[in-house]
């Protein structure tokens, strides 16, 4: 089992800027990738991929938040971080770290009990002046 700790969710303006957080304890051995989700049009059990990243450094981005948001990865710490830049009202969402034994490419989405690996509580992002 692994558990998920993230923080760093609140509310700014647009064009503001956020870091999400998020450690890892437990069986970190038995995951690959670390990233986030956000949910999809309010509905906590539809959730798209917003960014990921592996041990080795590899990245998978949302088109919609590419030039925007980076993610990065202390494997030392078990930590993954979410700089998210230039924030926009529709970036607005609950947003979800992951760990997962893969990295999810493309434009990834998931639904309910399909959505893979393991998961972090929401941390609400809000947008808006």
């Known amino acids: 089992q692994v558990q998920l700790v993230a923080s760093g969710g609140g509310l700014v303006q647009p064009g503001g800027s956020l870091r999400l957080s998020c450690t890892a304890s437990g069986n970190v051995y038995s995951f690959y990738a670390m990233g986030w989700y956000r949910q999809v049009g309010g509905n906590e059990r539809e959730r798209e991929l917003v960014a990921a990243i592996t041990s080795s450094g590899d990245t998978n981005y949302a088109d919609s938040v590419k030039g925007r948001f980076t993610i990065s990865r202390d494997n030392a710490k078990n930590t993954v971080y979410l700089q998210m830049s230039s924030l926009k009202p529709e970036d607005t969402a609950v947003y979800y770290c992951?760990?997962?034994?893969?990295?999810?490419?493309?434009?990834?989405?998931?639904?309910?009990?399909?959505?893979?690996?393991?998961w972090g509580q929401g941390t609400q992002v809000t947008v808006s002046s």
């Open positions: 992951n760990a997962d034994s893969a990295l999810r490419l493309g434009q990834y989405t998931c639904s309910g009990y399909m959505c893979p690996g393991s």
